[in-house]
């Protein structure tokens, strides 16, 4: 089994930045491909961003171009999520989940385990 723990949630203004943290431990040694989802009250749980094994291939959804960037530290089996220029409508619960087969994808259906996410508040 593969435990997937988020850090860094919090509440704060706009336009600032926050940094989100996902530890994973467990079973697999290897974990392909990392990403971050996020759900807003009322909403589907929506893809974010991912990231490969090697760090050298990365999707984000439009939304975040830009202003978001992930990355890993294998060594420590973190994944790390760099959110700044936050808008209110960043306001969300945000997921770590890894997929452990495959190429990197969007698909939230495609990611094998989860973590208990961490609330991202931004108000104006």
């Known amino acids: 089994q593969v435990r997937l723990v988020e850090f860094g949630g919090g509440s704060v203004q706009a336009g600032d930045s926050l940094r989100l943290s996902c530890s994973t431990s467990?079973?697999?040694?290897?974990?392909?491909?990392m990403g971050w989802f996020r759900q807003a009250p009322g909403k589907e749980r929506e893809f974010v961003v991912a990231?490969?094994?090697?760090?050298?291939?990365?999707i984000y959804a439009d939304s975040v171009k830009g202003r978001f960037t992930i990355s890993r530290d294998n060594a420590k089996n973190t994944v790390y999520l760099q959110m700044n220029s936050l808008k209110p409508e960043d306001t969300a619960v945000y997921y770590c989940a890894a997929k452990t087969f495959g190429i990197i994808s969007r698909d939230r259906g495609q990611y094998d385990f989860w973590g208990q996410g961490t609330q991202v508040t931004v108000s104006s």
């Open positions: 467990g079973r697999a040694s290897r974990l392909p491909t």
């Open positions: 990231i490969n094994w090697t760090g050298g291939a990365t």
